[in-house]
Every structure is written in C-alpha cells, then in structure tokens.
C-alpha cells in the first residue's frame, strides 16, 4: 500500500489535509456542510459559556473547514489559536479551569463557523444527553486513574466540569427545541465518506476535536501520547506550563492548511 493511501486509512490528520481541503472544495463538500448547518434552527440561550468547557469533536470535513478559516486569519491571531489548541492537547488533563479554544470573553470567535457538536448542544433528547454525560465522566475517571499509574495527579474538577447537557436552549419564540443528533451527524459522516474509505467513516466515525487533529499534523500520531506524559510530568513537578508549551512548539510541523487556503 502506498503511503499516501496507508496516511488516507487513519482517517486522521496525517493525511495531507490541504489536498483533502483541495478535493472537498472542488466536490462541493464544504457547500453540502454549510448548508446542513443553514438547516438549524435560530436559538438562543443564556449565554453562560459553560458548554464551552473544551474544543469540540469534529467531523473530518469539519476539520478541513476549520483549516481553510484558520487560514484566512492573520498570521499573530492563528499562531496564538493554535498554540491554545496545544495547550489544550497537552495540558488538559491538569487544568479544570481550561475552556474551548475559540472562547473569548464568553463568545465563540467562530460562532458563525461553529461545528455540528456546538449546534447541536442543548437540541438533544433529555434521555440521550444525560447518558451521554454519564459516559463522558466515566472515560475522565478511567483516563484519571491511567495518569495516576504514570505519575500524574488529575485534579477532581476536570473530571466533574463537563457540561454535556442544557435545557437553556430556546427557538427565537422561546420553545423548548429537539432534533435527531445521530439523523443529522449521520449526514455529515457521508460527507466524510466521499473524502475517507468506508471502513473509516464506520469505524472511527472520524470524529475527533480540533487540538487533536492539529497535534497529528504537527508531532505525529505515536508521538503525541508519549509527549503528553513527558510534559505533565514535568509540569506537575513545578516546570512552567506555558514554557514546555513553547519548547514543544518550536519543534512542531505546523501543518500547511495553517499556512494556505486552498484554491476556490
């Protein structure tokens, strides 16, 4: 099998992200995404951010989106978001406090752009979100006592500040709004499929947040875990935070979607 090809099965950001953002927009993908997007209903909420706890899971062709509206941004404003990604990448395990990425001052800077995972919270059937929230906090303790094996400490409010589910979510006439979240991700999926083979898209549901994608590009998918340790470890040992983030970085490959918008 031919690397490319091996790069294309991971369903991940290894593959050439730029020529899959080529091959998406010259099949209308990013217009088919945009239009499912147009396709939900105008909400408004609280405007607590506390659903913003982290950077979102996102669809492969949602990663590809993204990729091409980082570009556009000046070169300062989309080092400094991608930095923020990789704090998040490596860090989030020891800091509760963290947030999504794009959160600033309360308001998504891409709300316009905003992924399905943002659209669809607080549109989804009381029964499914509180079992989804459930499952979340599960996988933190687990991933928790996993750390702790290796040396690190996992403080208890990462664990417990996941907010999976909402019932502030209103329609513009103030009612109470649900969809069919695995309808409408299903949709998004085919998408992926015309971009990944099959066995991907089913397997992996390519579903994956934003710091995760950028991290494979960037240090390569084996590499990341090991990293993660190293620099936990070293910071829970009293080394700053933000310069093992700088040292990390600067041996980083950016990944080129980062540095060119594909052609329209």
Known sequence: MMQREREEMTGSAEADPQRMARRAQTAGLFDRLRRIYAGFPETRCENCARCCFESPGLFYIEYLHLSQVLAELPARRRDELVSRAFRELFFSWIEPERTCIFLESRRCAIYSERPLACRLFGLVPAPERDRAEAQARMAAREEARRLKQLGIEVPEGVIQ???????????????????????????????????????????????????????????????????????????????????LLTLAVSQARLPRPLRERPPQ
Do not use: Y
């Not at 209103?170 to 999926?189: C, Q």
């Not at 990944?196 to 397997?203: A, D, F, K, N």
């Open 161 to 243: 500040r996941a907010l999976l589910s909402c019932d502030k979510v209103r329609d513009t006439r103030g009612n109470s709004v649900t969809l069919d979240p695995e309808a409408i991700a299903a949709r998004v999926a085919r998408l992926d499929a015309k971009l990944l083979p099959e066995q991907v898209v089913i397997q992996e549901f390519c579903f994956r947040s934003l710091p995760e994608r950028l991290g494979a590009a960037a240090f390569g998918e084996e590499a990341i875990a090991a990293l993660r340790v190293q620099l936990l470890r070293r910071a829970q040992s009293g080394h700053s935070a933000q310069d």
